[in-house]
């Protein structure tokens, strides 16, 4: 199984909303709606966004959304805020028990 | 609340064998969930390692399997992770998960960094 793809950065404005995709394969994510997202600030552990494809955890804002179209995953962040900026991965599940990561996304807001 | 924590060497040698333990608290591993590994290269990044459940076995990565060994240690509610034959290529930060639903990660350790190097 290859690594899911992600564009390495993307930015936006405050208040502005993004988008940041995550490429697999009818193996992976085409395959299942169990995809999942993690937010990365430098030298902390990542913390989960979004599972199974679009849910939140308690306490995840709700400018937090996931969807997928096809073999591609997507999280959107609406209504930007300086304290987005970090790193996001995606995760999905492939099949015997197996997950694999996408390469990760920079998020700047300008 | 669900709290994890990676400890072990943080420099291994060449050819030799990583261990890490995590050490879980507020949850006993034996009953319920699935628990695992992770691995950050610096400046890198995710790479699922494996993940074990007493109810199921073992699962690793593909590119992993021949050299790792996930294990439960339940009477000390922790579980441990080895990796032989370490590369330069193994240096990474080591994260410790409980996973949900066989597929995502809730809880995360701080981490540890462990350096392949003489």
């Known amino acids: 199984q290859s690594a899911l793809t992600q564009p390495a950065s993307v930015s936006g404005s405050p208040g502005q909303s993004i988008t940041i995709s995550c490429t697999g394969t009818?193996?992976?994510?085409?395959?299942?709606?169990?995809v999942s997202w993690y937010q990365q600030n430098p030298g902390k552990a990542p913390k989960l966004m979004i599972y199974?494809?679009?849910k939140r955890p308690s306490g995840v804002s709700h400018r937090f959304s996931g969807s997928k179209s096809g073999n591609t995953a997507s999280l959107t962040i609406s209504g930007l805020q300086a304290e987005d900026e970090a790193d996001y991965y995606c995760?999905?599940?492939?099949?015997?028990?197996?997950?694999?990561f996408g390469g990760g996304t920079k998020l700047t807001v300008l | 609340q669900v709290q994890l924590q990676e400890s072990g060497p943080g420099l291994v040698k060449p050819s030799e064998t990583l261990s890490l333990t995590c050490v879980v608290s507020?949850?006993?591993?034996?009953?319920?969930?699935?628990w695992g590994w992770i691995r950050q290269p610096p400046g890198k990044g995710l790479e699922w390692i494996g993940t074990?459940?007493?109810?199921?076995?073992?699962h690793y990565n593909p590119s992993l399997k021949s050299r790792v060994t996930i294990s439960p240690h339940t009477s000390r509610n922790q579980f441990s992770l080895k990796l032989n034959s370490v590369t330069a290529a193994d240096t990474a930060v080591f994260y410790c998960?409980?996973?949900?639903?066989?597929?995502?990660?809730?809880?995360w350790g701080q981490g540890t960094l462990v350096t392949v190097s003489s």
């Open positions: 507020g949850y006993s591993i034996s009953s319920g969930y699935s």
């Open positions: 199974d494809g679009n």
């Open positions: 998960v409980r996973v949900i639903g066989g597929n995502y990660f809730d809880n």
């Open positions: 995760c999905s599940y492939a099949g015997s028990n197996i997950l694999i």
């Open positions: 009818s193996s992976d994510v085409g395959n299942y709606n169990l």
């Open positions: 074990f459940s007493h109810s199921v076995s073992t």
